[in-house]
């Protein structure tokens, strides 16, 4: 019971250094609630060394009204800003992201 992994669990961090952590979700969510910015219940807090990013689909797509199903299924959006967290080793950034994905009906291969 001495190993890091418990260390790590002990801890309380929820991050750790090295580790970038990219949470996508949405606002219009049905099973996670509050799902409301800034303090969702989907959110990570930044409690320890980590890099994060917490980004709400409706951030920069406030049309957008993908649910808990949608999320990683096919929601453009949310597909896109883990692709680029993948992409670049990294937290994702709303700003890498082009305002076209917005208007695509779902992400690539699903339609």
């Known amino acids: 019971m001495n190993s890091n992994f418990y260390a790590a669990l002990n801890s309380y961090q ?7 952590y990219t949470v996508i979700y949405s606002i219009t969510d049905e099973i996670v609630v509050p799902n409301l910015p800034a303090a969702s219940s989907s959110s990570l ?16 797509c406030p049309t957008d009204v993908s649910e808990h199903l949608a999320m990683g299924s096919y929601d453009a959006v949310g597909y896109a800003l883990a692709a680029d967290a993948l992409d670049h080793g990294s937290i994702a950034e709303r700003s890498r992201i082009p305002l076209s994905v917005c208007t695509q009906l779902a992400q690539p291969g699903v339609i």
């Open 14 to 20: 929820q991050t750790f250094a090295r580790i970038a």
């Open 45 to 60: 807090p930044a409690n320890g060394p980590g890099q994060v990013a917490n980004i709400a689909v409706q951030s920069d």
